[in-house]
Structure formats: C-alpha cells, structure tokens
C-alpha cells in the first residue's frame, strides 16, 4: 500500500480522527460565519444505521459517539469546537474553511 493511502485508510477505521471530523463538518457547512452544530448532530452524522440494526441499538451507538467526542474535544479535537458537556458546538476555525 502506497505511504498516503496508509493514513486515508487509518482515519475511516477512526472516526474520531481530526481530518476526518474537518471533512464532515465542511461537508455540514460549519463554518465559522454559520450555525455550529451540536455534538448530537455531529455523532449521529457519524454514524450510520446497520441493516437490520434496532433504533434502540443505534441510537446507544449515537450516545456512545457523542461521548467519544465530548472526551476528544479536550485533546486531539480541541479547537474545534467551544463550550462544554451538553452545550458543546462544532463548528471550523477560520484558517480551516
């Protein structure tokens, strides 16, 4: 596998990694001038339903992602986002857009 694809493959086995978050939340229009997104809409963009997955189970998944990034925002993550717990909105900063 060549070099480059060697880290495109390591950030689809990490969500959580931090050019992929930027991807999504350009891909969402986050930007500085607009709305920032909570991170409920952050980890439900994240995660995708399974066939034949129950709403209960991925709606866990939802809450198990949404605590994987109030945990990140505070390390690899930070600058990302502002606020704290419950209130904690997504959004890029000006040199990312």
Known sequence: MPPGETGACLRVLDPFDRQNIVHVLRQLGATADNVPFSTEALATTLT?????ESQEVYSARVKANEKALRVLAKSKLRGLCFGQG???KWVLPPDQI
């Open 86 to 88: 419950v209130g904690l």
């Open 48 to 52: 995708d339903q399974l066939a034949g």
